[in-house]
């Protein structure tokens, strides 16, 4: 079936430090990727998403590019900042899947001054 | 405005209570999503509305009934539940007709069943 597959947090990194969270999934067809975000006590929003291969998706200075060749989608930010506490979640949508979206476990990211 | 609202945001209920969760969105999408989010777990898809009609339920328990007044409103009816029903429910929405689509979602409404 399909899935994916994230980093086990809790990541725990200092203000300014580089940021990757990995990501890779597995999938019967030709999926959308999104990064989902989700703050204390919150809902999700939605942070990036790339729709195909070689798509690259940005938003707030986080960046995530669509791998084909490596199944991936990798969450990246060069400098983070301690609003970005929060956790993540890696997610893909089937092609014809019915809007059914497959989440990751998610990924806790503390960031410490 | 890409806002999802959810009422309440906090509901304590007995296993003998009846209660309902709201969730409004004025995006003009018409698929609308009731989601189960237990603590360090990612979100587990319920049931899916599409136009007005169910289109997925994810074999969720008759305890829990959604309904879909208008394009614009989301409900999901609570009776006789049970302590392991506590979590937070989220709804979200999107555009029909392609599943490239984001979904968006509200803030949540945290269910704790004494």
């Known amino acids: 079936g399909d899935s994916v597959t994230q980093m086990e947090g809790p990541v725990t990194l200092s203000e300014e430090a580089f940021l990757t969270i990995n990501c890779t999934y597995t999938a019967t067809g030709y999926p959308s990727l999104f990064w989902y975000v989700q703050y204390p006590g919150e809902g999700l929003q939605l942070l990036l998403k790339a729709t195909k291969a070689d798509d690259k998706g940005s938003n707030k200075g986080f960046e995530a590019t669509y791998r084909k060749e490596t199944t991936s989608f990798h969450l990246e930010k060069g400098s983070v900042q301690v609003s970005d506490s929060a956790v993540y979640f890696c997610?893909?949508?089937?092609?014809?899947?019915?809007?059914?979206?497959?989440f990751g476990t998610g990924t806790q990211l503390k960031v410490e001054l | 405005d890409t806002e999802v609202t959810q009422t309440p945001k906090h509901l304590v209920m007995g296993m003998t209570n009846k209660k309902s969760l709201k969730c409004e969105q004025h995006m003009g999408h018409r698929a609308m999503y009731w989601y189960k989010q237990k603590a360090k777990k990612p979100p587990e898809l319920m049931f899916v509305?599409?136009?007005?009609?169910?289109?997925i339920n994810e074999s969720v328990p008759s305890r829990f009934s959604p309904e879909c007044p208008n394009s614009s409103l989301l409900n999901l009816h609570l009776h006789a539940l049970q302590p392991e029903d506590s979590a937070l429910y989220l709804c979200?929405?999107?555009?029909?007709?392609?599943?490239?689509?984001?979904?968006?979602f509200g803030p949540g409404t945290r269910l704790t069943v004494t």
């Open positions: 997610a893909l949508v089937l092609t014809g899947g019915g809007n059914k979206l497959t």
């Open positions: 509305y599409s136009y007005e009609k169910l289109s």
């Open positions: 979200a929405s999107s555009l029909e007709g392609a599943d490239s689509y984001e979904q968006y």
